[in-house]
């Protein structure tokens, strides 16, 4: 069995795409995944399974369609991959605040983005994860997963910096382990 992190994009957002998190814990359970454990309302998981990465993101993203009704992006990280992507933060993260990381479906070649007017707003692109920092806040940054999907021509989700470390926490307290 293999532990991942998986991350749903654009659930239980503005009353869209709710998903109850108890329903699907059920589900991943009932799908043969093990030890399950979801993170507050916005698409966190942690889990095990015996396939792929790949093939873990076609069962979930099928079976979520099947039951809720809606496509869903699913991205799935290692454990290793997760840590691998904190560590390269390449930004201060002395104000948590402005720290975040935008997980991508597959590596990008591409590793410069035209976006106008990101005033002080870093970003780097390191294959599947682009770091971002964003003293201008996240609400009003130009680095939007939307923008960044479009220039990348990937599906992105972004995480801040304190969930980000908190799923990598959740991973290591599963059961067995």
Do not use: H
Request: with cysteine.
């Amino acid at each position: 069995m293999k532990r991942f992190i998986i991350l749903l994009r654009g659930i239980n957002v503005s009353g869209k795409n709710k998903i109850p998190m108890l329903d699907l814990r059920e589900l991943l359970n009932s799908l043969g995944f093990q030890n399950v454990k979801t993170y507050i309302q916005s698409g966190n998981i942690i889990l095990e399974s015996s396939k792929t990465k790949s093939a873990t993101c076609n069962t979930i993203r099928d079976a979520i369609k099947d039951k809720f009704g809606f496509n869903v992006p699913v991205i799935a990280r290692t454990i290793p991959e997760w840590k691998k992507a904190i560590e390269n933060y390449p930004f201060s993260t002395e104000n948590e605040k402005i720290v975040a990381f935008t997980f991508l479906d597959k590596a990008s070649e591409i590793t410069e983005i035209e976006i106008n007017n990101i005033g002080e707003d870093k970003y780097k692109i390191n294959g599947d994860v682009v770091y971002l920092n964003c003293p201008s806040t996240f609400a009003k940054t130009k680095l939007t997963n939307n923008s960044i999907e479009k220039k990348l021509k990937v599906t992105a989700t972004t995480r801040n910096l304190r969930t980000t470390l908190k799923l990598l926490e959740l991973s290591k307290d599963l059961t067995g382990f």
